[in-house]
């Protein structure tokens, strides 16, 4: 396998559609809507779930037309105490493709373990707050567009045209949920896709006429992308001080090819240029097939690295492809609890989980052959040459705190890069270091990662041990952010 295609799935090929925002949009807050309720998307029991589940479960579709042609799917825990004091989070999902089922894999309330059985993940964020998961946009997971015909069903899309759906959605979503307007409101997500996701989003509500209810107080991603060229720019650093390539490759990609330019080179579909041919060869070389990318400490699934192989058979293009988005599966964090070490197999689980009709019945899904990463999907990759960075500068300026980590063993997006524009964002809006770069340390008195403060508003901080230690170390971190207490760190 070709380094380069594990990347097809992270920097998906593009198209654009004609988009105006829909005029019901517009006429929700009109009184002749009949009042929606919640009650028939409670979830009564999920299969195999531990007994009790001490907290309320709801899922089903929000339909984004009147029409009901296009809806998008969520699941939402109740906190698992005090629901009605605690905040509110929007998570959103890691890849622009993909759906979000962060509910049963990363800090969700659950994990799949063998056959059909749900584990209790410790570190679950329903902890700390009443917590959203999206499938979005339309055509990820379980969301759907019926009809060809309708505005949404072309699956083709860009920033604004997610953040108009993710809008409707959380629109309606509060329409439903009334108990939760003026609620404390945060969007949250881990992953390159949330650089764009998240802020698109907060600047939407934010230029809204009126709140609808919602009451946005922060953002906060993990491994965002938020400037390609810094970015992506920042991979070969990553990757050699990570022992991933030689001294050789790392002057080559610091001379004539750098990670920015050498995916820029593999989305456009063109050719290679002779200088990243040799750097894609040597990564290619270098790099083993089944290393996860997006864990370089980690161990793979070989069940599914394996299953991958039984798959293909089409041609190599589309068979790397499928090889890549699935290989991609194991790289969100797992549960450690879950088996002995971390359980790196937990979403070919989820996969089996998804697929039981009695599963897709209790959680008000239609019947689907579920997949994490449906194609045909076509996402404008020309987003991703326009910043995001100032988009959250201003969201700062604007009063909205904002948390930004990285998990040290992410290649895309690697933190070296996310440091410096956090860093340099502070600069340009203003705001003074007010904690300095030092070690936190996590409720377990193990150094945690590394933070920086910039004030109330801005903060910095990286996650230390990789996929094994982000389940309880962003649960650190998402408290510390909704307490507005800032890390606890060393001395100087
Ligand atoms: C997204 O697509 C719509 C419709 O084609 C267009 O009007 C809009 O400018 C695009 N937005 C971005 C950020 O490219
Ligand atoms: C598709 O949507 C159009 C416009 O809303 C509607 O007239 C048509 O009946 C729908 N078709 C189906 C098969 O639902
Ligand atoms: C799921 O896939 C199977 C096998 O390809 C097919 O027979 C079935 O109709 C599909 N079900 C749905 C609901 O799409
Ligand atoms: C940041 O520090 C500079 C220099 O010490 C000072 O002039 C400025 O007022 C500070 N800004 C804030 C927002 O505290």
């Given at each position: 396998m070709?380094t380069?295609?594990v990347i097809?799935v992270v920097?998906?090929?593009?198209?654009?559609?004609?988009?105006?925002?829909?005029?019901?949009?517009?006429?929700?807050?009109?009184?002749?809507?009949?009042?929606?309720?919640?009650?028939?998307?409670?979830?009564?029991?999920?299969?195999?779930?531990?007994?009790?589940?001490?907290?309320?479960?709801?899922?089903?579709?929000?339909?984004?037309?009147?029409?009901?042609?296009?809806?998008?799917?969520?699941?939402?825990?109740?906190?698992?105490?005090?629901?009605?004091?605690?905040?509110?989070?929007?998570?959103?999902?890691d890849q622009?493709?993909c759906?979000?089922f962060g509910?049963?894999s990363g800090n969700?309330?659950?994990s799949?373990?063998?056959?059909?059985?749900?584990?209790?993940?410790?570190y679950?964020?329903?902890?700390?707050?009443?917590?959203?998961?999206?499938?979005?946009?339309?055509?990820?997971?379980?969301?759907?567009?019926?009809?060809?015909?309708?505005?949404?069903?072309?699956?083709?899309?860009?920033?604004?045209?997610?953040?108009?759906?993710?809008?409707?959605?959380?629109?309606?979503?509060?329409?439903?949920?009334?108990?939760?307007?003026?609620?404390?409101?945060?969007?949250?997500g881990q992953g390159y896709a949330t650089?764009?996701?998240?802020?698109?989003?907060?600047?939407?509500?934010?230029?809204?006429?009126?709140?609808?209810?919602?009451?946005?107080?922060?953002?906060?991603?993990g491994n965002p992308?938020?400037?390609?060229?810094?970015d992506?720019?920042s991979i070969?650093?990553f990757l050699w001080s990570h022992g991933l390539i030689?001294?050789?490759?790392?002057?080559?990609?610091?001379?004539?090819?750098?990670?920015?330019?050498?995916?820029?080179?593999?989305?456009?579909?063109?050719?290679?240029?002779?200088?990243?041919?040799?750097?894609?060869?040597?990564l290619?070389?270098?790099i083993p097939d089944g290393l996860d990318m997006q864990d370089v400490s980690s161990d793979t699934c070989l069940a599914i690295f394996?299953?991958?192989?039984?798959?293909?058979?089409?041609?190599?293009?589309?068979?790397?492809?499928?090889f890549s988005s699935i290989r991609s599966l194991t790289a969100s964090p797992s549960h450690e609890?879950v088996s002995e070490g971390t359980d790196v197999c937990v979403k070919e689980?989820i996969?089996?989980?998804?697929?039981?009709?009695?599963?897709?019945?209790?959680?008000?899904?239609?019947?689907?052959?579920?997949?994490a990463?449906?194609?045909?999907?076509?996402?404008?990759?020309?987003?991703?040459?326009?910043?995001?960075?100032?988009?959250?500068?201003?969201?700062?300026?604007?009063?909205?705190?904002?948390?930004?980590y990285s998990i040290d063993e992410v290649t895309f997006v690697p933190f070296l890069?996310t440091?410096?524009?956090?860093?340099?964002?502070?600069?340009?809006?203003?705001?003074?270091?007010?904690?300095?770069?030092?070690?936190?340390?996590?409720?377990?008195?193990?150094?945690g990662g590394?933070?920086?403060?910039?004030?109330?508003?801005?903060?910095?901080?990286s996650i230390r041990g990789g996929s094994s230690k982000v389940a309880k170390r962003s649960?650190?971190?998402?408290?510390?952010?909704?307490?507005?207490?800032?890390?606890?760190?060393?001395?100087?």
């Open positions: 070709q380069h295609q097809m920097i998906t090929t593009m198209a654009a559609s004609l988009f105006t925002m829909p005029s019901f949009i517009r006429a929700e807050s009109d009184a002749c809507q009949p009042p929606l309720t919640n009650e028939a998307d409670r979830i009564s029991s999920l299969p195999g779930q531990p007994e009790p589940v001490g907290f309320g479960q709801f899922s089903g579709y929000i339909a984004l037309d009147d029409q009901l042609q296009s809806r998008l799917f969520y699941y939402f825990a109740e906190a698992a105490t005090n629901p009605a004091s605690k905040p509110l989070v929007l998570w959103l999902g622009l493709e759906s979000n509910a049963f969700g309330p659950f799949p373990v063998c056959g059909n059985v749900l584990a209790t993940n410790k679950t964020f329903n902890q700390e707050a009443n917590i959203i998961y999206l499938d979005s946009p339309t055509g990820t997971g379980f969301s759907f567009s019926a009809n060809t015909t309708t505005t949404f069903a072309t699956y083709i899309y860009n920033d604004t045209v997610i953040a108009t759906q993710n809008m409707i959605f959380l629109t309606r979503w509060f329409q439903k949920y009334a108990e939760y307007k003026n609620r404390d409101f945060y969007i949250a650089g764009r996701s998240v802020p698109f989003l907060a600047n939407r509500i934010l230029r809204g006429s009126t709140t609808n209810g919602i009451n946005l107080k922060g953002i906060m991603m992308l938020l400037n390609f060229n810094t992506m720019g070969g650093d030689s001294d050789k490759t790392h002057v080559l990609m610091e001379t004539f090819c750098n990670g920015a330019k050498w995916l820029r080179e593999i989305y456009s579909g063109s050719p290679f240029s002779t200088a990243c041919k040799e750097v894609d060869d040597r290619s070389a270098e394996g299953l991958s192989s039984r798959i293909t058979g089409g041609s190599k293009f589309e068979s790397s492809k499928l609890e689980k996969i089996k989980y998804l697929n039981r009709k009695d599963v897709q019945g209790a959680l008000h899904a239609r019947t689907t052959n579920w997949t990463c449906p194609r045909p999907f076509h996402y404008d990759k020309r987003g991703f040459e326009t910043p995001t960075v100032d988009m959250v500068g201003s969201l700062v300026m604007k009063g909205i705190r904002v948390l930004i890069g440091r410096v524009l956090v860093s340099d964002l502070a600069d340009k809006v203003g705001l003074n270091t007010t904690v300095p770069y030092r070690g936190w340390f996590d409720t377990d008195k193990q150094v590394w933070t920086e403060a910039y004030g109330e508003m801005l903060t910095y901080a649960l650190s971190l998402l408290r510390s952010f909704l307490e507005r207490k800032p890390l606890p760190v060393s001395k100087a």
